[in-house]
C-alpha cells in the first residue's frame, strides 16, 4: 500500500497524507506512477464510502518490484513532510511549501521533495535526502530549482554518515601529552556539483548542524603539557 505516486499530469508528487480530493480514482489512464519502479499505480479507497483510507496500489495488488527502494523513498518523505511542518511554524515564515523541481518519472533523481521556505522577502530551498543521486542528478535538480526559484539560497542537509563525504588522510595533534588522531573530509563529486553552483552543504549529527569544508580561526590557552609546535 503506497502512501505516494508521481502525478504525470501535474508533475509532481502526490502525498495522500494530504488530501486526495479532486483527483481521479482508479488507473485514470495510466496518470499515477510508482515513484520506485515507474508502473502505473491505482488509486484506491478515495470515494466517500470507501472501508479503507486512500492509498495507491500497484496492478493486481501486487508489491512493488522494488520494495527496498519504495520504503526508503517513503522514509525520506516523512522526513521532509515534518520538516516542512517545522518550519511553517516558525515565527516569520509567511509561507512553506514542498516541491520536486526538475522531477521527470522517466530521468528520476531519487531525491524527496524539497522544502521552500519563504522569510520576507527571503526564500530558501531546503533538501534533506537520505542519499545523494549522482552529479548528473544533482546538477539537474539545481538547474531546476535555479529556473523554478530564482535566486533563492538552495541548502542541503546531510545526515552525519560516513558514505557522505570523501575521507583524506588524518592528521596528529599532540593533546594532553597524547597523539589525537583527528578525521579530515573532502567533499564527493555531488557536494562539489552543489558548492560550484553557489548551494550549501551542511550535516545533521543529532540536533547538531555541523558546517563542513572550512575552519575557524581559535586560541588554545597555553598548558606545560602540552606542544602546539606542529
Known amino acids: 500500500m503506497g502512501r505516494s505516486a508521481w502525478d504525470t499530469e501535474t508533475k509532481r508528487i502526490i502525498h495522500v497524507e494530504a488530501g486526495v480530493e479532486g483527483l481521479p480514482i482508479g488507473m485514470a489512464g495510466g496518470r499515477y506512477l510508482c515513484r520506485s519502479c515507474r508502473d502505473p499505480l491505482i488509486l484506491k479507497g478515495a470515494r466517500p464510502e470507501a472501508k479503507v483510507a486512500p492509498h495507491f496500489a500497484h496492478q493486481g495488488g501486487g508489491a512493488c518490484r522494488l520494495p527496498d527502494r519504495e520504503a526508503q523513498i517513503d522514509a525520506d518523505d516523512e ?3 515534518q520538516l516542512c511542518d517545522q518550519i ?11 516541491a520536486s523541481p526538475g522531477e ?10 524539497v522544502v521552500v521556505a ?13 542519499t545523494l543521486p549522482g552529479p548528473q542528478a544533482v546538477r539537474r535538480r539545481i538547474r531546476a530549482v535555479r529556473e523554478a526559484h530564482g535566486g533563492a539560497a538552495h541548502v542541503w542537509f546531510l545526515r552525519r554518515d560516513p558514505a557522505q563525504f570523501g575521507h583524506l588522510p588524518s592528521h596528529t595533534v599532540r593533546l594532553g601529552g597524547r597523539d589525537v588522531e583527528h578525521q579530515r573530509v573532502a567533499p564527493t563529486e555531488q557536494q562539489q556539483a552543489i558548492l560550484d553552483a553557489g ?32
Do not use: M, S
Open 104 to 113: 521527470d518519472p522517466h530521468r528520476p533523481t531519487g531525491l524527496p521533495p
Open 88 to 98: 511553517r511554524a516558525l515565527p516569520g515564515v509567511t509561507g512553506c511549501t514542498l
Open 199 to 230: 548551494g550549501h552543504v551542511y550535516w545533521l549529527d543529532g540536533k547538531l548542524v555541523l558546517v563542513p569544508y572550512g575552519y575557524h580561526a581559535f586560541r588554545h590557552p597555553a598548558r606545560p603539557e602540552r606542544d602546539w609546535t606542529n
Open 79 to 81: 522526513v521532509v513532510i
Open 118 to 130: 519563504q522569510c520576507g522577502e527571503t526564500t530558501v530551498v531546503i533538501e534533506r535526502p537520505g
